[in-house]
């Protein structure tokens, strides 16, 4: 169980890492100005391949949860609030990381109207669900 727990936290490491630094480009491509257009294709390819690693790491990380929560049972039946509480901040992340891809299309298609300002706040969301997420299954306040 202890190898799984592991694994499960690197995955979840590796998909936030994604998750952190995605907006980060989106905030770059929100300020790129008019003309650049070899900047801006530098910043899609980049992003485009990070949304796919990113994925790709997410699926193990899920995996390796719901092994741990339904395989071993940690977590199951009354009295473990923090699960309930820790599977809705999941779903906020799976989410978000939805919403990457929408944002991404937005830029893809040059139809994006939101300012690198908005890109900044939207890029703190993750910090706020892996504290949440990590606070709520190490602590199990309730
Ligand atoms: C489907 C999604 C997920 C499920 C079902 C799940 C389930 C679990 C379970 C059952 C444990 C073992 C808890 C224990 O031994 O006390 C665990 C450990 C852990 N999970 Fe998840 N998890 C999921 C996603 C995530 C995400 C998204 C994060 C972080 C953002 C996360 C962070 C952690 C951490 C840090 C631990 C180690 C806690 C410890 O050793 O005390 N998990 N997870």
Redesign the pocket.
């Known amino acids: 169980m202890l190898w799984i727990?592991a694994l499960?936290?690197v995955f979840?490491a590796s998909?936030?890492a994604g998750l952190l630094y995605l907006p980060r480009i989106f905030v770059n491509l929100a300020q790129v100005p008019p003309g650049s257009d070899a900047e801006r294709q530098r910043l899609l390819l980049m992003a485009r391949k990070l949304l796919r690693f990113t994925t790709l790491l997410a699926v193990p990380?899920?995996a390796l949860?719901?092994w741990?929560?339904?395989g071993?049972g940690?977590?199951r039946g009354p009295g473990n609030g923090w699960?309930h509480a820790?599977?809705g901040?999941?779903l906020l992340?799976m989410g978000y990381h939805h919403s990457c891809a929408s944002l991404l299309r937005q830029f893809v298609a040059s139809t994006n109207r939101r300012s690198h300002v908005w890109f900044r706040w939207f890029n703190e969301v993750p910090v706020l669900?892996?504290l949440a997420?990590?606070v709520l299954?190490?602590v199990?306040p309730f």
């Open positions: 727990k499960h936290i979840v998909w936030f990380a899920l949860g719901l741990l929560w339904l071993y940690i977590g699960m820790k599977l901040v999941v992340a669900l892996l997420a990590v299954v190490v199990k």
